[in-house]
C-alpha cells in the first residue's frame, strides 16, 4: 500500500488556484477522504474528484482540493 499519493490539484477550499498546469502535490492515503463531486471547473479544468485532508490537532479545518484525476485511479494509486 501506497503511504503517498500524488495529485494534480486545480482548486482548494472553492477557490480556483488559477494556475492551467495545476499544482502537484503529495498526500498521506492515511489523512485523506476521497469523493466524487459534479463536475467543476477550476483553473479551466473539468475536476471530478475531491480530496479532503482530515484535520489533525491542533488545527480543526479540513482542507479541500479539486482534481481532474477520476476517483478510480487515486484508490487505484493508493492500494499500489
Given at each position: 500500500?501506497?503511504?503517498?499519493?500524488?495529485?494534480?490539484?486545480?482548486?482548494?477550499?472553492?477557490?480556483?488556484?488559477?494556475?492551467?498546469?495545476?499544482?502537484?502535490?503529495?498526500?498521506?492515503?492515511?489523512?485523506?477522504?476521497?469523493?466524487?463531486?459534479?463536475?467543476?471547473?477550476?483553473?479551466?479544468?473539468?475536476?471530478?474528484?475531491?480530496?479532503?485532508?482530515?484535520?489533525?490537532?491542533?488545527?480543526?479545518?479540513?482542507?479541500?482540493?479539486?482534481?481532474?484525476?477520476?476517483?478510480?485511479?487515486?484508490?487505484?494509486?493508493?492500494?499500489a
Open positions: 500500500m501506497a503511504q503517498v499519493i500524488a495529485v494534480t490539484v486545480y482548486g482548494q477550499n472553492q477557490n480556483d488556484l488559477n494556475k492551467p498546469s495545476g499544482v502537484a502535490m503529495g498526500f498521506s492515503v492515511q489523512n485523506i477522504v476521497l469523493s466524487t463531486i459534479p463536475s467543476t471547473t477550476y483553473s479551466g479544468v473539468a475536476c471530478v474528484t475531491q480530496v479532503t485532508l482530515l484535520p489533525t490537532a491542533p488545527s480543526p479545518i479540513q482542507q479541500v482540493y479539486y482534481t481532474n484525476t477520476p476517483i478510480a485511479t487515486l484508490i487505484t494509486a493508493a492500494n
